[in-house]
C-alpha cells in the first residue's frame, strides 16, 4: 500500500495497492565511468543519498480517486508518501494514466 497527502494541511489524500511493477525498493549510488585517451576508463563513486531516490508507482484508480490524483498535481508541490514501513517526502515528477492505471514518478527530496 502507498500512501499519499500533501505536505501541507489538507484533506485531500490517497491510498493505493501499487502493483507488481511499481518500483518502490529500487536505490542506486551516484557512479559514472568515463573514457579517457588512452583508451582505459575512469570511474567517480560519488556515494548515496535518499534523494537519489524515484519512486515508480502504478496501481489502478477509480474516477474519484482519479479526480484527487489531478487536483493534488495540480495544485501540490511536495508530498508525504509512506510505502510499507518507510517516509518519504516527494515531489510529483510526471503521471500518465493509460486505461485507467496510473504511472506515477515521485522524486525523493529529503
Known amino acids: 500500500m502507498v500512501s499519499i497527502t500533501p505536505q501541507v494541511s489538507s484533506t485531500y489524500h490517497l491510498i493505493l495497492k501499487e ?50 490524483l489531478q487536483y493534488m498535481l495540480e495544485n501540490y508541490s511536495r508530498w508525504n508518501v509512506s510505502t510499507g514501513g518507510e517516509f518519504f517526502s516527494c515531489a510529483p515528477e510526471r503521471c500518465k494514466a493509460p486505461g485507467g492505471i496510473i504511472d506515477l514518478t515521485l522524486l525523493v527530496t529529503e
Open 19 to 68: 502493483e507488481d511493477k511499481s518500483e518502490l525498493k529500487t536505490i542506486s549510488r551516484r557512479v559514472s565511468r568515463r573514457a579517457t585517451l588512452d583508451q582505459s576508463s575512469v570511474t567517480t563513486d560519488s556515494g548515496y543519498t535518499e534523494t537519489d531516490r524515484t519512486l515508480k508507482v502504478k496501481a489502478k484508480l477509480k474516477e474519484a480517486e482519479w479526480d484527487i
